[in-house]
């Protein structure tokens, strides 16, 4: 009676999902095993080739003091500094992981950070797979400049940006607007950000 | 004349502080220190308004990013330009068009320290700088006693 007609099919099933969860596990595990031989191999190609090897990041929360009063600045007070390893030039992530910002002056309990939208923000960035830009800050809008025409850009195309000496990709946002001008030399871009919250309190500095 | 000058430096100080704390985030498109300074300006004689002008502008400059003291410049002239116009157009109507034109400077001035030209934004900037004005002057008239008369 324990085995009933109506249980024996859930059991099945169970067994099936646990073999499919089995193979699954051993795939992966096959796959990490490929992925740590391949990382060796590229470990000892970089030294052979005398790369700089890839630095490993750290994360550093910090919460905002105060911003800048005036509404022309996209500046920020946070509460972290050379105590802590801030230093300038280290670049600031939201809760999504989406690129908000960079140091611009340390102090030993305190940082000022610049974020992605002050007039006076600006970073080389990457659009989709093969284009290469200058983002610039905005407060109507960010802007990507200096495209070249042979570039090819697409309307939503993720904008992003590596780390120097990392293999990590921060994203920032997705385009929205093409000006293409062929008059001119280079063409620009619109782009939508990807972080949206207007009030902000807490943000990750990557060290 | 000492409660009327402590109720103008905590007023400008708090709206100072609302500016450094952005309790609406970047939501909010209005500078209050700069408003503040324009009611100032706007209902007490130049020597207090030039004073206050010159104090919140060293501290907003204090507390800002740049290097340049930007913010003691534009208030002072702001001050000085509101007295100004006071004194040559008298009418009821001249408050409107003084508040504006001081928005408008206030606007030309700060786009052309960021080498930018905002649009979007200082639209933005007008209309909701405009209904903050309006609830400083609504909230601070009764308590600095200064007649609606000379308000409206």
């Known amino acids: 009676m324990l085995f009933s007609d109506q249980r024996l099919p859930a059991i099945s099933q169970n067994s099936k999902r646990i073999e499919n969860l089995e193979k699954n596990n051993l795939l992966l595990s096959l796959e990490l095993k490929k992925l740590n031989i391949l990382e060796n191999e590229n470990n000892k190609l970089r030294k052979a080739l005398d790369f700089r090897t890839e630095k490993n990041i750290n994360i550093v929360g910090a919460d905002i003091i105060s911003f800048d009063p005036s509404s022309w600045r996209r500046v920020v007070l946070i509460n972290t500094g050379k105590n802590e390893g801030l230093k300038v030039g280290m670049y600031a992530i939201d809760y999504n992981g989406y690129l908000i910002g960079r140091i611009i002056a340390v102090k030993n309990n305190y940082s000022r950070l610049m974020l992605i939208d002050d007039p006076e923000f600006n970073l080389a960035v990457f659009i989709g797979n093969d284009a290469l830009g200058m983002l610039a800050g905005g407060l109507d809008s960010l802007k990507i400049l200096y495209i070249d025409h042979s570039d090819k850009i697409n309307l939503n195309d993720v904008v992003w940006f590596k780390i120097p000496l990392t293999a990590y990709p921060l994203y920032i946002g997705r385009v929205t607007k093409i000006n293409e001008n062929k008059e001119n030399l280079f063409f620009e871009v619109e782009v939508k950000s990807f972080n949206s919250n207007t009030l902000l309190n807490k943000v990750f500095i990557l060290k | ?152």
């Open chain 2, 1 to 152: 004349m000492r409660e009327k000058n402590l109720k103008i430096f905590f007023t400008l100080l708090i709206l100072l502080l609302i500016d450094l704390l952005k309790p609406f985030g970047y939501s909010l498109f209005a500078e209050f220190t700069f408003l503040g300074i324009v009611f100032i300006a706007m209902n007490y004689p130049f020597r207090i308004a030039l004073i206050y002008s010159i104090i919140f502008g060293y501290l907003k400059d204090a507390a800002s990013t740049g290097n340049v003291s930007f913010s003691i410049f534009e208030f002072t002239c702001v001050a000085i330009f509101i007295h100004y116009f006071l004194h040559h157009f008298r009418k009821k109507e001249a408050k409107f068009f003084i508040f504006y034109g001081a928005l408008l400077f206030h606007l030309i001035a700060n786009n052309l320290y960021i080498h930018k030209t905002q649009v979007l934004f200082s639209i933005f900037f007008i209309i909701h700088s405009s209904v903050i004005f309006l609830l400083i002057n609504y909230i601070l008239s009764p308590w600095f006693k200064i007649p609606r008369a000379e308000n409206d």
